[in-house]
């Protein structure tokens, strides 16, 4: 699932170019990660929440209703580290008429992340998969706060299933390379490390679960970038939140409608199947009613 333009508009805030990465600050970032994965495995033990839907009364109602809920996974989402910012959002969805399988089918089509996924997502791709695990890659630009930024992304994810009705994904950037003067005659492919720096370290961690007629879905985007200089915080703090918000749910309002499209087109597929079938078979089908197919 794309989480790129939702941590690039926050790093678009904070402050001057070319930021260097300290060691202090990626140790903090390596020690923030790994407590964040190790949250998801304790929800998995007995009597613990799978879901972040299901740790208030009200946010599964809200959820089932359409309402796509955004917030800090904690605090105020935004977390200092010595030279650096990490930033921790979760966002929670339900997909009606929806099953776990068909749902990770589409999270899982990197290829047409640049249909699913546009304007923001230029250009997408599957380089391997196999035993769970995936590498792609996404060219995606985002423009805030009159800077644009163009950047090539590579991707690794791991999934884990829990059970028929449970999954979730560990995704993580393995590579970024910032693309300057992007769709002009200058245009070219910046070594790495090179550029702005705007994100320097990306990971989320995806969360399924099939029941109640659909599937809930949540995402948390955790991103590390420079920090914001004090002078201005005052100034960014507000964008930042409201560019947390809208971001993280336009890419869950993107998948919610990429799902209903593949399911779309999977029914329009078979009722041409069935055009050109036996016509005892047409009848048949006729008696049992319309059946939904999912992906």
């Not at 979760?90 to 990197?110: C, S």
Request: proline share 4%; hydrophobic share 40%; aromatic share 8%.
């Amino acid at each position: 699932m794309k989480i790129s333009s939702a941590l690039l508009g926050l790093a678009l805030l904070t402050g001057a170019q070319g930021a260097e990465l300290k060691p202090e600050t990626l140790r903090a970032w390596n020690q923030y990660v790994h407590d964040a994965d190790s949250a998801m495995r304790a929800r998995l033990e007995p009597g613990r929440h799978f879901l972040w839907t299901d740790e208030a009364p009200d946010r599964a109602a809200r959820v089932r209703k359409g309402e796509i809920l955004i917030a800090p996974m904690d605090g105020a989402g935004m977390h200092h580290v010595p030279d650096g910012l990490i930033h921790h959002w979760v966002g929670a969805m339900f997909i009606p008429d929806a099953t776990l399988d068909g749902v990770l089918a589409v999270a899982h089509d990197y290829d047409r992340y640049k249909d699913i996924y546009r304007p923001k997502v230029l250009d997408s791709r599957l380089l391997a998969c196999g035993d769970g695990r995936q590498e792609y890659s996404m060219v995606w630009m985002n423009n805030i706060v009159f800077v644009n930024a163009t950047l090539q992304s590579h991707y690794e994810a791991h999934d884990f299933r829990v059970d028929r009705q449970r999954s979730y994904t560990i995704t993580h950037v393995t590579g970024a390379q910032e693309i300057e003067d992007y769709g002009k005659s200058g245009e070219r492919l910046l070594p790495a490390g090179e550029g702005n720096g705007f994100i320097w370290r990306l990971q989320s961690i995806a969360r399924y679960q099939e029941r109640d007629g659909g599937v809930y879905l949540e995402l948390e985007a955790i991103g590390l970038t420079r920090d914001i200089p004090a002078t201005i915080r005052w100034m960014t703090g507000p964008l930042v939140t409201r560019l947390s918000r809208g971001t993280l749910a336009a890419s869950l309002r993107q998948t919610r409608e990429g799902v209903a499209a593949s399911a779309r087109a999977t029914q329009a597929l078979t009722a041409c199947s069935m055009r050109g079938s036996h016509p005892a078979a047409i009848a048949v089908a006729e008696e049992d009613g319309p059946t939904e197919m999912h992906r």
